[in-house]
């Protein structure tokens, strides 16, 4: 089984990739981004409490979002394997994540790190949201803020999985397709590694 965590700062174009990744290797894609939305859109209780942080810029609680991560691996547990989306984002969610995983049978296979400079994700969120209309994407002062808490509890997750030999990085500048590539060829490296 594949279990690819897809990592890297807003903007770093997370969503597009996975996408593609989804199709070329039959993966599920848990975006945990695409689950809050729906929680919001949904008006859930959980949906609340997200729109209120999300739109400040700050990330929604570890014990929500590793329960909606759960419930959607037993929904596909028949999977090839999952791609994680904005998940985890701190080294308590990755440690949650490295606990739940063998209870399923599975482990992380390896992270896959986009990166791009802050002022190409700015950019890149700021015309998001105009085509979006998302509140979170609008403000570049909010998007500012999401970078930084991003770099500061978000990656040192690059060294958690550099620790397990679990870490590559690439560029997330460049066409979709060379992108892609770049990421396809980490991928292989990991499955021919831990034999996924």
């Given at each position: ?20 990744l ?13 689950m ?17 942080l ?6 929604a ?13 037993k929904?596909?547990?028949a999977s ?11 080294i ?26 802050e ?8 015309c998001?949201g ?16 999401r ?9 040192p997750?690059i ?19 060379e ?15 831990h034999?996924?």
């Amino acid at each position: 089984m594949l279990n690819i965590v897809l990592f890297g700062a807003p903007g770093a174009g997370k969503g597009t990739q996975a996408a593609k990744l989804v199709e070329k290797y039959n993966l599920v894609h848990l975006s945990t981004g695409e689950m809050l939305r729906d929680e919001i859109a949904r008006c859930t209780r959980h949906g609340v409490i997200a729109k209120q942080l999300i739109d400040n810029g700050q990330l929604a609680p570890d014990s929500m979002v590793a329960e909606m991560i759960a419930e959607k691996i037993k929904a596909h547990r028949a999977s090839e394997g999952f791609i994680f989306d904005g998940f985890p984002r701190t080294i308590p969610q990755a440690e949650m994540l490295d606990s739940m995983l063998p209870e399923h049978g599975m482990s992380v296979t390896g992270m896959v790190a986009l990166t791009a400079p802050e002022d190409e994700l700015v950019h890149r969120l700021l015309c998001r949201g105009k085509r979006s209309g998302r509140a979170d994407d609008r403000n570049e002062a909010i998007i500012r803020s999401r970078i930084a808490v991003y770099h500061e509890k978000t990656a040192p997750l690059i060294e958690y999985y550099a620790a397990q030999g679990k870490h590559v990085s690439t560029k997330g500048v460049g066409s979709i397709e060379e992108i892609f590539s770049n990421l396809c060829a980490a991928i292989e490296t990991f499955r021919q590694a831990h034999g996924a």
